[in-house]
């Protein structure tokens, strides 16, 4: 970024020898006054961007979405590149703030700084609040003609625990994602001993009983793991998490009330612990694994694809976990059930609202305020927001409706969409490229959009008999399978984050430490439920409440 210093300098030294020039040679002075004009005029135009890295982007000077925005609106990008890590990227940003380096004019952070961090800069001057800029039309005419609920959700993400917003969010929802843990059961196995597939807990643990005693593999050894999942997991593979919503709404931390006006700790309920009694009967059954608890991603995924099936019941949330799943023939045994109904009659999943991440910052006291409104905005324009992730039209995608004539997709086959509205015909997400940013800036594209893309990039048209097609049936069998209110993501004050920065730190890993010990009866629920509740307050537990109560109150 020194570099615009230098150029600057270069430019006050052509002009100062174009007028010494005086009554010279006229055409030689003409040169350089227009080429120290155009200096000064691209100078002027040249926003600077610090992004965030992707490995994955070949070139980001020759790019088409580089180029796409610079013609689209008339300026240069000069890049200043952050770290693909995001701790790096936060160390950096510190850095940056705090030091005499130019800085740049915008920064689009691929949602790597925290709430905290980007109130903190905001609150100290080293981020614009741009609170009055997202408010108005004439400002930013794409951001405000986003649908008003899907903004004012964009908004509330955005707006930090001071009431001001510092940075503009991406917001890109997506079913398949709101709901990862998709339970799967092996249906080969109840086929070859006549049973139905399980709607309850009780007849789930009569099946899983069934499993360990009739050798359903056929190999002769009784090596069939009823119940297995992953509980370190990140995408779906807690089937802790997945059983557990059927006594209760459980998301794995705090929750709210069911008339959405108070904070709760569900890990502390009746019902909580009702669930473990149940998990705890299925392992001194010997039909839940131990292995849940302490297996890492590569046994997760050795145990689901060993030669001979062993896993009568799995939560995943993504297909992959079974390798070339198309023709995976553990997979193939395996079939998508809906999230099971406890005694109560419960039947909830975990349920991950979209919460937009933060993108972009504009740096305080920069010179192109401008053009990096225009910048901004820019990326919410439909079209662009399409271009950033996918690629060029009509190379790496279209909407053409002649090339549309006959393509479907597992929401339309499932009676959700009409049609679908835009065909991926290149693999450019999966290549290192040189056609996007990869996804790294703020976006807008409704639920609506991404479920009517279908990817035809291996060309191959969607074939309703294709057992991985499950977009449309994990919607109809999960989506509607949560409480109407859901905890957002709660946005602290600096100090408040300090207030409970233990409890943050250390509430939760002991909630899971404490549910493996209980469950594989390590510690007693009859005799040491009460002592948990006690050790859980001395931890400081009210305090988080009663401070998340009032970061949610703010909220509402």
């Not at 602290?492 to 909630?511: H, K, R, S």
Request: a negative charge; proline letters at 4%.
């Amino acid at each position: 970024m020194k570099k615009r210093k230098l150029l600057a300098l270069g430019m006050a030294m052509i002009m100062s020898v174009a007028a010494l020039s005086g009554c010279g040679n006229t055409d030689s002075a003409e040169s350089a006054g227009g080429s120290a004009e155009a200096k000064a005029q691209e100078s002027d135009n040249t926003l600077v961007v610090a992004l965030t890295q992707s490995s994955m982007v070949t070139d980001y000077e020759n790019n088409y979405f580089t180029n796409y925005l610079e013609e689209k609106l008339g300026i240069n990008i000069e890049f200043y590149m952050l770290p693909s890590d995001a701790s790096e990227t936060r160390t950096k940003v510190n850095l940056l703030a705090t030091s005499n380096e130019e800085l740049p004019d915008v920064m689009v952070v691929d949602n790597h700084l925290t709430n905290e961090m980007i109130l903190q800069l905001g609150s100290s001057g080293f981020f614009m609040p741009l609170d009055d800029y997202v408010s108005d039309p004439g400002v930013m005419p794409n951001y405000n003609a986003i649908p008003e609920e899907d903004r004012n959700i964009m908004n509330t993400a955005s707006t930090q625990a001071d009431g001001h917003i510092y940075s503009l969010s991406a917001f890109e929802p997506e079913t398949w994602n709101l709901t990862p843990n998709r339970t799967y059961i092996n249906k080969a196995w109840l086929d070859k001993l006549g049973l139905e597939i399980p709607t309850t807990t009780a007849e789930l643990k009569d099946v899983l009983i069934a499993f360990r005693d009739n050798d359903p593999n056929g190999n002769g050894v009784q090596d069939e793991i009823g119940v297995y999942g992953l509980s370190g997991g990140g995408y779906g593979e807690n089937t802790i998490d997945s059983l557990m919503n059927a006594f209760l709404f459980w998301n794995g931390g705090l929750g709210l009330s069911e008339d959405g006006n108070t904070v709760t700790a569900p890990f502390t309920a009746d019902e909580f612990k009702e669930g473990l009694v149940y998990m705890n009967d299925l392992y001194n059954e010997g039909v839940l694994s131990a292995n849940i608890f302490t297996d890492d991603g590569q046994q997760f995924k050795a145990i689901l694809n060993q030669e001979t099936p062993i896993v009568g019941l799995v939560s995943a949330g993504s297909l992959s976990n079974w390798p070339d799943v198309v023709n995976n023939a553990n997979f193939a045994e395996m079939e998508l059930i809906e999230p099971l109904t406890g005694e109560n009659g419960t039947q909830y999943t975990p349920y991950y609202s979209y919460s937009p991440g933060q993108e972009l910052m504009i740096v305080n006291g920069t010179d192109k305020l401008d053009l990096a409104l225009k910048f901004a905005d820019e990326f919410y324009n439909h079209d662009t927001s399409i271009i950033e992730r996918f690629g060029e039209e009509g190379v790496d995608w279209t909407r053409d409706p002649a090339e549309l004539e006959g393509h479907s997709n597992a929401y339309v086959e499932a009676g959700l969409y009409d049609s679908v509205t835009m065909l991926v015909t290149s693999t450019v997400w999966a290549d290192n490229q040189s056609q996007t940013w990869r996804n790294h800036g703020p976006r807008y594209a409704s639920l609506e959009m991404g479920n009517t893309v279908y990817d035809f990039s291996g060309g191959n048209k969607f074939d309703p008999n294709d057992r991985t097609q499950l977009f449309g049936k994990s919607y109809q069998l999960y989506y509607t399978k949560h409480p109407e209110h859901v905890l957002p993501v709660l946005k602290y004050t600096l100090e408040e984050t300090e207030a409970i920065q233990d409890q943050l730190t250390n509430v939760m890993p002991f909630v899971r430490q404490s549910m493996a010990e209980f469950i594989t009866g390590t510690r007693s629920i009859e005799d040491e439920w009460d002592v948990y509740l006690g050790e859980l307050d001395s931890m400081g537990l009210q305090t988080w409440v009663s401070t998340a109560q009032t970061a949610y109150d703010r909220i509402k």
